[in-house]
């Protein structure tokens, strides 16, 4: 089967090792309460799933992370990938 993917990186501080073991937990946040359910990766995960896809975390737990949205291919194969770079980001502080 094709799949196509969704990756979306970034260049902060890494997760843990000990966070990434966990990341996909119902209800595991790092942030304070009043900054997030801990539900994101959970439902995210559940999606993919549901649609015969996968998520994949890649992190050296010091300097950014990728995560990797896999979901199976319907269409037309396509040869060369689509790249995407968001301009105007604004960090989720």
Do not use: C
């Not at 737990?61 to 040869?79: D, H, N, T």
């Amino acid at each position: 089967a094709e799949y196509a993917w969704l990756e979306i990186r970034d260049d902060g501080p890494g997760i843990s090792k000990s966070d990434l073991k966990r990341i996909f937990d119902p209800m595991f946040t790092t942030k304070s309460p009043q900054h997030g359910t801990g539900l994101g990766l959970s439902v995210s995960q559940s999606i993919a799933h549901a649609h015969g896809g996968w998520i994949s975390v890649d992190s050296n737990g010091f300097k950014g992370a990728s995560l990797k949205i896999f979901l199976p291919y319907a269409g037309k194969s396509r040869q060369q990938p689509a790249v995407a770079v968001a301009n105007n980001v604004i960090p989720l502080n």
